[in-house]
């Protein structure tokens, strides 16, 4: 199976949306939780600075699988019209160790956080949220609003960014019949069942006070252990997710910096192990979902791409 450059299946970014739907991408990485599998057993990534950003190394394996994500995060290459962060995935036969396929990894992330997002909010989310509001104007702004429509009935998606005509474009690309969207405001999240944050902030994006009870929080822009998107008296009143306790302590600004202000124990963290295995967590108070991503996402995901025979 696979091994030489002539055998490899290359799939890219077009075949990957062709074959993988939003919805059987949130089924993948929910089958592999309710599984058994623990993230905090997933190998640690590497990440490597380079003079214009970072290299992320991604190791994983999962069921018949192992893989190798290679990603780059470029923080200028927004301005330049291109993706902040790219990848190139190879995913690998685990019993012989043969390269089966390469993958683009840029589309394969776009595609997975959100639909890691989305599986936990799933677990949390009000039944009947219809309400969402994105902070974020990029790929993965626009990807969460196909990922949040996956798992609840959200008829009202408000976008805020930092430029007015990027927040117009990412609203008029999920525009569809039955739909209210429009460019928003921080102020929005009085009135949302679900916010999400996908952006590059270092600082709070919005006044926590506003955030009702009810509401879901979803955080997924920043890997950085200085850097933060929601404020610490949200992260400090909420019950806060995250994918595994090992990375939020090393990576999560949002909640490593909740810690250290006193507003959170590390305690009081649910892991996804206990939130796909364990008691429901409880709607009196809102519910953060805090990731960084991990490989084991990318390769959950990564064997919908091949042929159906070579799925395993």
Request: hydrophobic share 45%; glycine share 10%.
């Amino acid at each position: 199976m696979g091994g030489t450059l002539e055998s490899l299946d290359l799939i890219d970014g077009s075949a990957i949306a062709e074959r993988i739907t939003m919805r059987a991408a949130v089924d993948a990485i929910r089958r592999a939780l309710l599984g058994g599998f623990d993230p905090d057993a997933d190998p640690p990534r590497s990440v490597v600075d380079v003079r214009r950003g970072q290299l992320l190394l991604m190791p994983s394996e999962l069921g018949g699988w192992v893989g190798q994500k290679l990603a780059t995060v470029a923080p200028a290459n927004p301005s330049r019209g291109l993706d902040r962060i790219r990848a190139v995935y190879v995913l690998i036969d685990a019993e012989t160790l043969a390269p089966v396929a390469v993958l683009d990894g840029t589309e394969l992330t776009n595609l997975r956080t959100p639909a890691v997002s989305a599986a936990a909010a799933d677990v949390v989310a009000a039944p009947d949220a219809a309400s969402l509001v994105v902070f974020g104007t990029g790929p993965q702004g626009v990807r969460h609003v196909a990922a949040m429509r996956a798992i609840r009935p959200v008829e009202r998606i408000r976008f805020v960014g930092r430029d007015a005509e990027k927040a117009r474009r990412a609203a008029a690309s999920v525009a569809g019949p039955g739909l209210d969207v429009a460019v928003g405001s921080a102020a929005d999240v009085a009135d949302a069942d679900l916010v999400v944050c996908a952006t590059t902030a270092r600082e709070p994006l919005f006044d926590g006070a506003l955030v009702p009870d009810r509401a879901t929080v979803v955080a997924v822009g920043s890997h950085e252990p200085a850097a933060r998107e929601l404020p610490g008296d949200l992260v400090g009143r909420a019950h806060v997710i995250v994918e595994s306790e090992r990375v939020a302590l090393a990576e999560a600004g949002d909640v490593i910096l909740a810690i250290a202000e006193g507003r959170l124990s590390r305690e009081s963290l649910v892991p996804f192990s206990r939130l796909f295995g364990g008691p429901p967590v409880p709607s009196d108070r809102p519910r953060v979902v805090k990731t960084c991503g991990m490989g084991w996402q990318d390769l959950a995901v990564a064997p919908l791409a091949l042929a159906g025979e070579r799925r395993g």
